[in-house]
């Protein structure tokens, strides 16, 4: 039988207020907490107005896994991401639609690939004995740690080696504002998809001229290590059909398409943008989560004494695959706190999704999380419980459905990081877990979920103990 057709119209919708309609309660550090109040209070499909300006919100798995598919032919992300990141001079894959987006996502993807990463496995392995050597020194001196900070020092150092083969060392601060003009960068970078208007195009404020000269010094950076590579390339032509970093593949004659300057700088800077803050913000929760239940610590740290007791760290690929419950810990964590809770789409065409009649330009906000922890689906799904990832202990728990988690997207354009990320988040946590316990120095109520272009914890403080 044929469902009967909705229209956005009909759908319900949370209170707003007169004129500006919904638009000061997102406007708001939490803005994933506020959708998820209002798949509370109005189901998980309603429309929500800016100022005049109409959404949907979609926390319907089915609807949108759907549209996650449907790209890029008859979705794209809100024009107002490219709008905002061409502005900042970037022209990368994150941004780029159509036609453009299949060449960046070509290169973006190869470069990312098991294979790929998998030869990448000493760079996670050499930073992470980098910030092992760190962490020993602040356990010594009984350092309350503000982790957030310290890993994403970690994800930018492991990046950029990745990206363009370069060692910033950021983890003891020998790159000196490197991190320091990201961390300007990425928040104003939600900030400006968000905001209802432009005003930086009218007023300079402090924080726009301050965003300006971060950008200028990514820039000049980048650029620095584009021109660095073609000189390499020139040098050694072999490297053109092997490159040994995404920059030496983008530079490659070997490619099907020319990149241009602007196009390569806009896929490192986007490899940056969308490998940094997500990859040490989902550590950073993990901690959160382990810092609470030493039991969990324990497990982990028993299978790292089993896989490389030996070794301050693990030694290859094939252990690190054999690091089985760190992976269920890995899972958890990104079940519960996905850091990027919401994605932003809009139809190129006029369709039915389901039964949804969605006009061409309908920009719909997929909410992700909420399904992720829905009885229905897990169960018990606000406990942290690793073992409901491992395939032993599945049948104990009657409710387990992975295809719910989209926290790294989904369809055509899903994360193409997500193997590079995993195995980030597994090594390092195994081999934090095999040399320290971990203790909260603040009550967990205290530690607040924000959203700036990524979910991270706020007020993560952590004391580390050496059981060395
Ligand atoms: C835990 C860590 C990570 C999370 C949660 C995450 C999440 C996501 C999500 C939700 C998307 C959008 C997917 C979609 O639209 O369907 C995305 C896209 C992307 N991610 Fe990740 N990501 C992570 C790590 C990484 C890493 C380490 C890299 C590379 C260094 C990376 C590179 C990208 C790129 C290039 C895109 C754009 C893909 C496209 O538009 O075709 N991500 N990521």
Redesign the pocket.
């Known amino acids: 039988m044929n469902k009967e057709q909705i229209k956005i119209k009909d759908l319900p919708s949370p209170k707003g207020a007169f004129l500006v309609g919904h638009l000061p309660q997102f406007n708001a550090d939490n803005k994933h907490q506020v959708l998820e109040r209002w798949v509370e209070e109005c189901g998980d499909l309603f429309k929500i107005n800016f100022v005049g300006k109409a959404f949907v919100v979609s926390a319907n798995p089915t609807i949108n896994t759907e549209i996650?598919k449907l790209r890029p032919e008859k979705f794209r992300?809100f024009s107002k991401i490219d709008e905002i990141l061409k502005e900042m001079g970037v022209v990368g894959?994150?941004n780029a639609e159509g036609d453009t987006?299949k060449r960046h996502?070509k290169i973006?993807a190869e470069a990312?690939n098991a294979k790929k990463v998998r030869e990448n496995y000493d760079v996670i392995v050499n930073k992470t004995n980098r910030l092992l050597e760190k962490f020993k020194g602040y356990s010594q001196n009984n350092k309350q740690i503000d982790i957030q900070k310290e890993l994403m020092a970690f994800t930018i150092d492991v990046?950029t080696a990745?990206?363009f083969g370069y060692e910033l060392d950021t983890i003891n601060n020998k790159a000196d504002s490197f991190q320091q003009h990201l961390e300007c960068i990425f928040p104003m970078i939600n900030e400006r998809i968000t905001a209802p208007l432009p005003i930086w195009r009218v007023i300079k404020r402090k924080k726009d001229k301050e965003l300006e000269q971060s950008i200028a010094a990514i820039e000049k950076i980048i650029y620095q290590f584009i021109e660095e590579a073609r000189v390499r390339l020139d040098r050694n032509p072999e490297l053109t059909s092997n490159p040994t970093n995404f920059l030496e593949a983008l530079l490659s004659d070997d490619n099907d398409v020319d990149f241009t300057n602007e196009e390569i700088y806009g896929n490192i800077f986007?490899?940056l943008l969308?490998?940094e803050d997500?990859?040490s913000n989902?550590i950073s929760w993990a901690i959160y989560f382990l810092s609470q239940n030493p039991k969990i610590v324990n497990k982990v740290r028993e299978e790292a004494n089993a896989v490389y007791g030996n070794f301050e760290v693990p030694q290859t690929n094939k252990e690190l695959l054999k690091l089985k419950y760190t992976n269920a810990v890995v899972q958890e964590a990104?079940r519960l706190k996905?850091?990027?809770p919401q994605?932003y789409m809009e139809a190129l065409e006029s369709l039915i999704v389901e039964n949804l009649f969605i006009p061409k330009h309908t920009k719909i906000i997929l909410q992700t999380k909420v399904a992720q922890t829905k009885e229905m689906y897990f169960s018990n799904p606000n406990d942290f419980s690793p073992e409901r990832w491992l395939k032993s202990e599945c049948p104990m728990h009657q409710n387990h459905s992975p295809e719910m988690i989209k926290?790294?997207?989904?369809?055509p354009?899903?994360?193409?990081?997500?193997k590079?990320?995993i195995n980030e988040?597994v090594i390092l946590l195994s081999v934090l877990c095999k040399h320290f316990d971990f203790k909260m120095t603040v009550k967990p109520e205290d530690v607040k979920e924000q959203f700036s272009f990524t979910m991270y914890p706020e007020n993560l403080f952590i004391q580390l103990s050496s059981i060395d």
Do not use: E, K
Request: a positive charge.
């Open positions: 996650l992300r894959v994150f987006w996502r973006t990312l990046t990745i990206a986007t490899m969308a490998g997500t990859t989902s990104i996905p850091t990027t994605l926290a790294f997207g989904g369809g354009r899903f994360c193409p990081g997500m590079l990320a988040m």
